[in-house]
């Protein structure tokens, strides 16, 4: 009897074509996103003075050129194998993301850099008072970078792209840093003008943490990381599972950018036929490609054991 599917693995991974597609819609939605939330709260922040919202709005900007990378990376990532690339262009993802997380720490230093300049200097009195428009660009902010992360992150797992749940995550990262922004400019109003520029480097902390978190995932399916303990105990279960199947002698997973490749050995009776143990094998490698969600490749090698 074989295992129970869990939930989420009743939607298809979307492959080829129709993914590429799918992640230029949306990283082209988010791109137009951006664009327009970068420039309102640029003109919040100058408008009411605040330099906390400017920040941010240096933050959506950079969103606009991580978003481009994505889309660059996702579009070779999904080329086909070639004489050259026999194992196809998957990493080049993982490059994307890895640039991803530079230019968004670049992004969080420089924003740090600014609210640190500001405390440093001293005369915090003497900085202007955000004005109200300032908390509006950052309360709208905060609902639209929250729907573009889950939008995103959506069509993520739906293609099974690290690139594009990277830059979910920037759209995340860059909600954090807009209730941040929000808290601060709220306590400047309130007759505590460290408040502005204090949140800079809050912000700051958030896009530093999502910049780690991108480049550490990106880098693991750069080495061949191992997949997750849970994906590992899927397989082995559905192995086992298989008729003819005594034992698994040896299993080992990578991850290859978003894709992930498996090489098992099995234990079958050693007096079947060399065509009924490869049967067997060709049964799990089936079942392993089409039941575990993002394998690319199943290498299975059978190995004789007296059963008797």
């Not at 079958?268 to 036929?273: M, Q, R, S």
Request: proline share 3%.
């Amino acid at each position: 009897m074989k295992p129970k599917k869990s939930a989420e693995k009743t939607a298809p991974v979307i492959t080829g074509s129709d993914g590429v597609k799918l992640a230029m819609k949306v990283s082209k939605v988010s791109i137009a996103v951006n664009l327009a939330l970068s420039v309102f709260k640029l003109l919040a922040g100058v408008l009411a003075h605040s330099g906390a919202m400017i920040s941010d709005a240096v933050h959506s900007a950079s969103d606009v050129f991580s978003t481009i990378i994505v889309m660059i990376g996702v579009t070779i990532s999904g080329k086909e194998s070639d004489k050259e690339h026999p194992y196809g262009h998957e990493r080049l993802e993982c490059v994307a993301s890895l640039l991803l997380a530079v230019i968004l720490a670049a992004t969080g230093f420089g924003i740090g850099k600014t609210g640190f300049d500001k405390l440093a200097g001293g005369n915090l009195d003497t900085l202007p008072v955000p004005g109200v428009l300032a908390l509006t660009a950052a309360i709208v902010s905060i609902a639209v970078k929250e729907w573009m992360y889950w939008y995103t992150r959506a069509a993520a797992k739906k293609i099974n792209s690290g690139a594009l749940m990277a830059d979910a995550w920037h759209h995340r990262s860059d909600s954090l840093s807009s209730i941040g922004a929000l808290i601060g400019i709220l306590s400047a109003r309130m007759g505590f003008p460290a408040g502005d520029p204090i949140a800079s480097l809050v912000i700051c902390l958030f896009i530093l943490k999502a910049a780690y978190d991108i480049f550490r995932d990106a880098l693991d399916k750069m080495v061949d990381h191992a997949c997750p303990d849970s994906m590992v105990e899927e397989i082995e279960a559905l192995v086992l599972a298989q008729q003819g199947v005594e034992k698994i002698d040896d299993l080992k997973t990578r991850l290859f950018g978003a894709k992930v490749y498996v090489d098992v050995e099995i234990a079958v009776d050693g007096t079947k036929t060399l065509n009924e143990a490869h049967k067997i094998a060709e049964q799990v490698h089936d079942v392993i490609e089409a039941e575990i969600p993002g394998v690319k490749h199943c290498m299975v090698h059978e190995n004789p054991v007296d059963v008797n």
